[in-house]
Protein backbone atom coordinates (compact mmCIF):
# COMPACT_ATOMS: atom_id res chain seq x y z
CA UNK A 1 0.00 0.00 0.00
CA UNK A 2 2.82 2.64 0.71
CA UNK A 3 4.20 1.77 -2.68
CA UNK A 4 0.93 2.65 -4.43
CA UNK A 5 0.56 5.66 -2.48
CA UNK A 6 4.52 7.00 -3.47
CA UNK A 7 3.55 5.91 -6.90
CA UNK A 8 0.65 8.17 -6.96
CA UNK A 9 2.63 11.02 -5.59
CA UNK A 10 4.65 10.70 -8.90
CA UNK A 11 8.15 11.98 -9.25
CA UNK A 12 7.60 15.45 -8.55
CA UNK A 13 9.19 16.97 -5.26
CA UNK A 14 7.33 16.09 -2.02
CA UNK A 15 7.54 16.72 1.63
CA UNK A 16 5.94 13.15 2.44
CA UNK A 17 7.69 10.60 4.22
CA UNK A 18 5.84 7.43 4.31
CA UNK A 19 7.12 4.99 7.21
CA UNK A 20 6.12 1.30 7.93
CA UNK A 21 6.85 -0.01 11.24
CA UNK A 22 5.17 -1.82 14.11
CA UNK A 23 3.41 1.35 15.99
CA UNK A 24 3.50 -0.71 19.61
CA UNK A 25 7.40 -1.60 19.29
CA UNK A 26 8.82 1.51 17.14
CA UNK A 27 10.34 4.57 18.76
CA UNK A 28 8.96 8.08 16.72
CA UNK A 29 11.21 11.30 16.82
CA UNK A 30 9.69 13.88 19.37
CA UNK A 31 8.13 16.88 17.70
CA UNK A 32 8.86 15.81 14.21
CA UNK A 33 5.79 15.63 11.85
CA UNK A 34 3.06 18.30 10.97
CA UNK A 35 0.43 15.84 10.51
CA UNK A 36 -0.82 11.98 10.51
CA UNK A 37 -3.25 9.78 8.90
CA UNK A 38 -4.97 6.83 10.27
CA UNK A 39 -7.47 5.16 8.18
CA UNK A 40 -8.73 1.70 9.26
CA UNK A 41 -5.76 1.24 11.48
CA UNK A 42 -6.82 2.18 15.25
CA UNK A 43 -9.99 -0.80 14.96
CA UNK A 44 -6.78 -2.69 15.01
CA UNK A 45 -6.27 -2.47 18.72
CA UNK A 46 -7.61 -2.38 22.24
CA UNK A 47 -8.80 0.77 23.98
CA UNK A 48 -5.64 -0.03 25.79
CA UNK A 49 -3.42 -0.15 22.92
CA UNK A 50 -5.25 3.05 21.46
CA UNK A 51 -4.65 5.03 24.04
CA UNK A 52 -0.73 4.19 24.14
CA UNK A 53 -0.87 4.42 20.29
CA UNK A 54 -1.87 8.28 20.50
CA UNK A 55 0.16 9.22 23.39
CA UNK A 56 3.45 8.00 21.04
CA UNK A 57 1.96 9.85 18.24
CA UNK A 58 0.87 12.90 19.54
CA UNK A 59 4.58 13.03 21.19
CA UNK A 60 5.93 12.88 17.69
CA UNK A 61 3.47 15.97 16.64
CA UNK A 62 4.66 19.67 16.30
CA UNK A 63 2.09 22.05 17.95
CA UNK A 64 -0.93 22.33 15.77
CA UNK A 65 -0.46 19.51 14.08
CA UNK A 66 -2.66 17.65 12.20
CA UNK A 67 -4.52 13.85 12.57
CA UNK A 68 -6.91 12.49 10.35
CA UNK A 69 -8.72 10.02 11.09
CA UNK A 70 -11.04 7.39 8.93
CA UNK A 71 -12.63 4.26 10.30
CA UNK A 72 -15.51 2.02 11.01
CA UNK A 73 -17.95 3.92 13.65
CA UNK A 74 -21.37 3.05 15.27
CA UNK A 75 -23.79 5.54 14.46
CA UNK A 76 -25.82 6.60 17.71
CA UNK A 77 -29.16 5.15 17.03
CA UNK A 78 -31.99 4.29 14.41
CA UNK A 79 -31.49 1.41 11.76
CA UNK A 80 -28.30 2.92 10.88
CA UNK A 81 -26.88 1.71 14.52
CA UNK A 82 -28.19 -1.84 13.91
CA UNK A 83 -26.83 -2.05 10.57
CA UNK A 84 -23.30 -1.28 11.54
CA UNK A 85 -23.43 -3.71 14.45
CA UNK A 86 -24.44 -6.25 12.10
CA UNK A 87 -21.17 -5.03 9.77
CA UNK A 88 -19.14 -4.62 12.50
CA UNK A 89 -19.58 -8.38 13.66
CA UNK A 90 -19.08 -9.58 10.24
CA UNK A 91 -15.70 -7.43 9.63
CA UNK A 92 -14.38 -8.42 13.09
CA UNK A 93 -15.45 -12.59 12.64
CA UNK A 94 -13.45 -12.36 9.47
CA UNK A 95 -10.46 -10.27 10.51
CA UNK A 96 -10.30 -12.04 13.40
CA UNK A 97 -10.26 -15.28 11.92
CA UNK A 98 -7.95 -14.52 9.24
CA UNK A 99 -5.49 -12.47 11.34
CA UNK A 100 -5.87 -12.94 14.66
CA UNK A 101 -6.63 -9.62 15.37
CA UNK A 102 -6.89 -9.18 19.03
CA UNK A 103 -9.55 -6.33 18.86
CA UNK A 104 -12.69 -7.92 19.67
CA UNK A 105 -14.77 -4.71 19.13
CA UNK A 106 -14.51 -0.81 17.92
CA UNK A 107 -12.26 1.01 20.52
CA UNK A 108 -13.23 4.54 21.53
CA UNK A 109 -10.41 5.86 18.88
CA UNK A 110 -12.39 9.46 18.24
CA UNK A 111 -13.34 9.85 22.85
CA UNK A 112 -9.41 8.78 23.14
CA UNK A 113 -8.30 11.63 20.19
CA UNK A 114 -10.12 14.15 21.83
CA UNK A 115 -9.48 13.14 25.28
CA UNK A 116 -5.72 13.76 24.53
CA UNK A 117 -6.56 16.96 23.77
CA UNK A 118 -7.24 17.39 19.90
CA UNK A 119 -10.12 19.26 19.03
CA UNK A 120 -12.59 17.84 16.03
CA UNK A 121 -12.29 20.83 13.11
CA UNK A 122 -13.87 18.65 10.32
CA UNK A 123 -16.26 15.41 9.61
CA UNK A 124 -17.58 13.40 7.13
CA UNK A 125 -19.90 10.18 7.06
CA UNK A 126 -20.44 7.66 4.67
CA UNK A 127 -22.15 4.47 4.41
CA UNK A 128 -25.14 5.41 6.88
CA UNK A 129 -22.85 6.61 9.97
CA UNK A 130 -20.53 3.38 9.23
CA UNK A 131 -17.66 4.89 7.86
CA UNK A 132 -16.50 8.45 9.38
CA UNK A 133 -13.44 10.77 9.04
CA UNK A 134 -12.72 13.57 10.83
CA UNK A 135 -9.56 15.99 10.71
CA UNK A 136 -8.32 16.94 14.56
CA UNK A 137 -6.30 19.82 15.20
CA UNK A 138 -3.75 19.64 18.45
CA UNK A 139 -2.76 22.99 19.68
CA UNK A 140 0.28 24.12 21.57
CA UNK A 141 0.76 23.09 24.96
Known amino acids: MLARAEECLGAT ?4 TFQQANILATELPVQNYDAVITCFFLDCFTNQQVSEIITKISQSLRPNALWLWADFALPDYGFSRVRAKIWLA ?52
Open 13 to 16: PHHV
Open 90 to 141: ILYAFFRWQTKLPARALPESELLIQKHGYQKVAETTYQWGLIRNSVYRITAA
